[in-house]
Structure formats: structure tokens, C-alpha cells
């Protein structure tokens, strides 16, 4: 599983306050992922990162921040969580050894209430 | 912007019945991915095609790349309990990014 935590694993949150999603990697990849996940919307990308401190916007990143200051960590941010926000966020990152091979992480259930 | 879409959303199948599901990009790809998703878990790569008219089979699944690099298809023969699950497309959307297709949710009934 390219070796890919996340934590917590399952969190209900109340809205307006800020809530961090923690994704660690153990295998010194240099690209990594956030992408939600909802019912009709399938996966869409919220930021990636390409390196310590280089990361972007995906399709849907209004409303989230994230950073990296490790290689093996990258932290995804809901500044003051909405209900909108309820979702299951997926870390991701590319087996650089295996090309474009997609691995995903456990998952985690975010409830906003 | 880029969008990638599945078709159908659901499906239901009785068992040995066989199944397709169809991924639709906005744009050319130069690759496709498909993923597996189980309930409850995460996506997991089954297949990437990256030739024009490209048809791979792993056992009963069958994948086709479309001939203009804008369409794919997962046909599944006889399908069985374990199909059951979330079918992804994927295509890159920019160096080392990304797209997926909304999913096609897979249902067998025994």
C-alpha cells in the first residue's frame, strides 16, 4: 500500500471550526494528493504537492489550505469546516517507481455537524 | 476546464450477468487508468492503457481504449459477488495530476 497513514481516520466536527487531515508516507515520494470523494462527483482533487513546500489548486480547493514541510507528511486544512465539507478525503501519492500508478490512502471520514 | 465522465452512474446485475461501464474525457489522453474501489476501502489500480484502440484483459475484465484516445470502456463477463464496488476512470490532467471519471457503482445481486 506504498505505505500511506491517515489520521484520524474518522472525525465529526462542528462547523466553523478548523479541522487538519494528516497524510504520512514512508517511502519518500515526491508527489502527493488530497482528493475528496462524494456520492456523483466521484474523486475530485482538492491540492497536490510536488515537492517540500511546492504544491497547487486542484478542481475543488476553495476552502482548504495545505502544506508540506516534510517530504513524508502533507496536511490538508479546512479553515473553518462547512457542512458542504462532510465528505471521505483520500491522500494519494504516484509509486514513482512504477510510472503514473496512483496509490491511495485508508481514507478519512470527515462529518461536519 | 477538463472533464472526465462514467456512464451509468449504478447498475445492478443479477450474477453471471455480464457489465459495462463507459469513461468519457472532454479532452485527448495520452494514458487512461482504471480503479477499484470495494465498499468501505479505497481505489485500487487495476490497468492502464495508453495506446490508440488498446484492448487488455485481466481474466474476465476486458479494457479499450478508444480509437481517437477520448473514450475507454471495463466490460466484466459473468460477473460475480466480488465485482461489487466502485468502477474509476482516470486520466492525467497535467504533469503528474490526476482526473478522475465520477464512477461507475457496481452492484451484483446472488
Known amino acids: 500500500d506504498a505505505g500511506i497513514t491517515q489520521s484520524p481516520r474518522h472525525k465529526v466536527t462542528e462547523t466553523g471550526t478548523p479541522v487538519t487531515l494528516r497524510c504520512h508516507q514512508t517511502?519518500?515520494?515526491?508527489?502527493m494528493y488530497w482528493y475528496r470523494q462524494d456520492p456523483g462527483h466521484g474523486l475530485r482533487l482538492i491540492h497536490y504537492?510536488?515537492?517540500?513546500?511546492?504544491?497547487d489548486k486542484g478542481e475543488v480547493s476553495d476552502g482548504y489550505s495545505v502544506s508540506r514541510s516534510k517530504t513524508e507528511d502533507f496536511l490538508l486544512t479546512l479553515e473553518s469546516a462547512t457542512s458542504s465539507q462532510t465528505s471521505v478525503y483520500f491522500c494519494?501519492?504516484?509509486?514513482?517507481?512504477?510510472?503514473?500508478?496512483?496509490?491511495f490512502g485508508e481514507g478519512s471520514w470527515l462529518t461536519v455537524v | 476546464g477538463q472533464q472526465v465522465m462514467q456512464i451509468p452512474q449504478y447498475q445492478h446485475v443479477q450474477e453471471g450477468e455480464d457489465f459495462t461501464t463507459y469513461c468519457n474525457s472532454s479532452?485527448?489522453?495520452?494514458?487512461i487508468q482504471w480503479y477499484k474501489q470495494r465498499p468501505g476501502g479505497h481505489p485500487v489500480f487495476l490497468i492502464q492503457?495508453?495506446?490508440?484502440?488498446e484492448v487488455k484483459k485481466q481474466k474476465r475484465l476486458t479494457f479499450q481504449f478508444g480509437e481517437a484516445k477520448k473514450n475507454s470502456s471495463l466490460h466484466i463477463t459473468a460477473t460475480q459477488t466480488t465485482d461489487v464496488g466502485t468502477y474509476f476512470c482516470?486520466?492525467?490532467?497535467?504533469?503528474?495530476?490526476?482526473?478522475f471519471g465520477t464512477g461507475t457503482r457496481l452492484k451484483v445481486l446472488a
Open positions: 494519494a501519492i504516484i509509486g514513482d517507481s512504477s510510472g503514473n500508478t496512483i496509490y
Open positions: 482516470a486520466g492525467p490532467s497535467g504533469t503528474y495530476k490526476y482526473i
Open positions: 517511502e519518500n515520494h515526491r508527489y
Open positions: 479532452t485527448t489522453l495520452s494514458n
Open positions: 504537492s510536488y515537492g517540500v513546500k511546492d504544491t
Open positions: 492503457l495508453v495506446k490508440s484502440g
